[in-house]
């Protein structure tokens, strides 16, 4: 991908240097790829996200390890020259089998909003005039918490709520 330039629409999830007991937490960098108003990836620093080996669970006929990863950070993506702000919070669950290597199946739920340098969310995209897509794209417009869960958060944002499976294999 480096020699031709393209860029991936998928990025893999970051995995301790060693092997982890279940339910062993911890952090590492999460890279997220919503694809929306040209945003290649949201690149979030590994204090945003925390990952947790969680259980084992078969998943197309292999056994796998189910890491489930919560995050929610800023990072800052430059959109038609100009620094932005995005908010990113949700969480991604993620199928490796481990005798093999593979990433089985990732499963991310998250939201994104864009924000000013003081974290407070905005309601227009680069260039104003709201978030932007393609051809019959509504953005979501619901209530964020960017803290998580149901409280606290910003209501009726204009945000974008990604909900994505990415099977790697079957």
Known sequence: MRRTGQKPVLYLPVFPGAPVKLNTT????????PMYQGI?????????????LTSFEWQDG?????????????AQVILQGTPTLYKANGTRTSYFDWRSGRLIKMIDDYTIVQTDSGGNVTLSGPGGGGPSGPPGYTPYRGPYSPGGGGSGGVGDSTAMKVLSTTQLTG
């Open 26 to 33: 911890w952090t590492a960098p999460i890279h997220l790829a």
């Open 40 to 52: 290649e990836s949201i690149d979030l620093p590994g204090d945003s996200a925390k990952h947790t």
């Open 62 to 74: 292999v056994p796998t390890a189910k890491i489930t990863t919560t995050f929610n950070g800023t």
